[in-house]
């Protein structure tokens, strides 16, 4: 079996032709949609980062906002940005780039976002949306898996899924929209006794665990959709992710790639929750 290839940049593609369609519509009415990034310490693929989210949003017809601080800032200048951000109305998404340097409390600086501009959906008000199943914004790399999953057809409703990772970032989100789909979920993580007694049961598979090529072909269910949501840089400079990409899609039916997979998807639902922000704000 070779595996069928979901191909993030193509799918980031078509998507964000129609964000940049709906960010015109706004323009038009007087309301450009505003994303304001902030980035602590020179982390270079933090960097790299905000380089290609503010890349995007300028394709997209998105203003953004861009405040970069030594890591030795003080903690106050940023929760002070932050707090003019929130009250500026032409503003409608705040992201924090993580990780934050480690004098920072990385909580209180999400916690300071004004929830209805938290595009990343951090913040533990929408959290706990999320979890009641009423999200106002969906985190972007969950957001992202769950497009191309749907790009695709795959059927979710009675599905076995399988989550390795437990992060807030990805683990956790991923399985609380995973279930609100109709799967049956497990959550596997660094205590987890026996990975691949349950990585072998899963109809769809997501990697979020950040150990690169942990998942091998042995590892995966024959015909079983593989999203690999790692990237890990290799002695030699190149990218990889969580998933023996060679044996796994010699095994899987549907399997993301990295480079070019969950990556171009994560930029991609930003915009898209940026957007809806400022479409929500249009409509009051």
Known sequence: ??????????????????????????????????????????????????????????????????????????????????????????????????????????????????PEKDVDGFHAENVGALMQGKPRFIPCTPYGVMEMLKSRGVTLKGAEAVIVGRSNIVGKPMAMLLLAAGCTVTVCHSQTRDLAFHTRRADILVAAVGRARMITGDMVKPGATVIDVGINRLPDGKLCGDVDFASASAVAGIITPVPGGVGPMTITMLLANTIEAAERRAGR
């Open 1 to 114: 079996m070779s595996a069928q290839l979901i191909d993030g940049n193509a799918l980031s593609a078509s998507l964000r032709a129609g964000l940049a369609a709906r960010a015109a519509a706004l323009t038009e009415r007087g309301v450009t949609p505003c994303l304001a990034v902030i980035l602590v310490g020179e982390d270079p693929a933090s960097s790299v980062y905000v380089r290609n989210k503010v890349a995007a949003c300028e394709k997209a017809g998105v203003r953004s906002l861009k405040d970069v601080y030594p890591a030795e800032v003080d903690p106050a200048v940023v929760f002070a940005r932050i707090s003019e951000l929130n009250a500026d109305p032409d503003v409608h998404g705040i992201l924090v780039q993580l990780p934050l340097p480690r004098r920072f409390d990385a909580e209180a600086v999400l916690e300071a976002i004004d």
